[in-house]
C-alpha cells in the first residue's frame, strides 16, 4: 500500500523559507506514471494546490506561489520536497504531499499524506 | 487563478439525496473532463471519490456520482449515511496547466 509522509519544522520564521519532504513508501517515485505534489489549508480554510512535479524534473506551479516555491525530487531516497520562501503569517497551513493518478498535471489525487502543520510565527 | 465556485453548505436526511455544484469556466471546468471530488473529515487528509467527471475509484460507495453540464460539475450522493458528513471539495485541470480547487462545501446530514 502506498504512504505519503510529511516531514520538517512545524515552526518558520516569517521572511525565512519553509521547507518539507514527503517520503514514499510503498511505490517508487520514479515510476514514469504519476505526478507527485503539494497542497495545502489554512487552518478552517479550503484546499489550496501549491503545485506538481514529474520524476524528470518538470514542475507546474500556481501562479500566485510560482515566485516563492520550488518543488523537487530526490530519487535515492524516493523523497520530493517544497521549498515556499518568504513567508507570511497568511502561509500558515496543514501541507499536504499527494501523488496524482496519472502522468498528467490533470491527474487526480489518488493518495495523501497526513499534512503537517506548520506555523509562521516569531 | 480563482477558486471554482461552491455552495457554502448542504444539508440533508439519512436516506435522501443530494447535489453540490461546482461552477468554473471555459477555460477550467467546462473545458476539459478532469473534474475530481473529494471528501474530507475533520483532522483527516481528502479522499478521492470522484474523478474524470463520472468515474469512481475502487472502493468508493456507488452512492457517489459526478456529472457536468457545461462549465458546472456536479456530485450527487444518494441515500444519505451520517458517515457522509464532511467537507467536499471539487478540482479542476485549467488551460494554463494547473489545478484549481472549489472552495468547498460542508454537508450536514440531518
Known amino acids: 500500500q502506498l504512504q505519503l509522509q510529511e516531514s520538517g519544522p512545524g515552526l518558520v520564521k516569517p521572511s525565512e523559507t519553509l521547507s518539507l519532504t514527503c517520503t514514499v513508501s510503498?511505490?517508487?517515485?520514479?515510476?514514469?506514471?504519476?505526478?507527485w505534489g503539494w497542497i495545502r489549508q489554512p487552518p478552517g480554510k479550503g484546499l489550496e494546490w501549491i503545485g506538481t512535479?514529474?520524476?524528470?524534473?518538470?514542475?507546474y506551479y500556481n501562479p500566485s506561489l510560482k515566485s516563492r516555491v520550488t518543488i523537487s525530487v530526490d530519487t535515492s531516497w524516493n523523497q520530493f520536497s517544497l521549498r515556499l520562501s518568504s513567508v507570511t503569517a497568511a502561509d500558515t497551513a496543514v501541507y499536504f504531499c499527494?501523488?496524482?493518478?496519472?502522468?498528467?498535471?490533470?491527474?487526480?489525487?489518488?493518495?495523501w499524506g497526513q499534512g503537517a502543520l506548520v506555523t509562521v510565527s516569531s | 487563478q480563482s477558486a471554482l465556485t461552491q455552495p457554502a453548505s448542504v444539508s440533508g436526511s439519512p436516506g435522501q439525496s443530494i447535489t453540490i455544484s461546482c461552477t468554473g469556466t471555459?477555460?477550467?471546468?467546462?473545458?476539459?473532463?478532469?473534474v475530481s471530488w473529494y471528501q474530507q473529515h475533520p483532522g483527516k487528509a481528502p479522499k478521492l471519490v470522484i474523478f474524470?467527471?463520472?468515474y469512481r475509484p475502487s472502493g468508493v460507495s456507488n452512492r457517489f456520482s459526478g456529472s457536468k453540464s457545461g462549465n458546472t460539475a456536479s456530485l450527487t450522493i444518494s441515500g444519505l449515511q451520517a458517515e457522509d458528513e464532511a467537507d467536499y471539495y471539487c478540482?479542476?485541470?485549467?488551460?494554463?496547466?494547473?489545478?484549481?480547487f472549489g472552495g468547498g462545501t460542508k454537508l450536514t446530514v440531518l
Open positions: 499527494a501523488r496524482q493518478g496519472r502522468a498528467s498535471v490533470a491527474g487526480q489525487i489518488d493518495y
Open positions: 478540482s479542476s485541470f485549467t488551460s494554463s496547466v494547473t489545478l484549481v
Open positions: 512535479m514529474y520524476v524528470s524534473g518538470s514542475t
Open positions: 471555459s477555460s477550467d471546468v467546462g473545458g476539459y473532463n478532469y
Open positions: 510503498g511505490g517508487s517515485i520514479s515510476s514514469s506514471n504519476y505526478y
Open positions: 474524470d467527471v463520472t
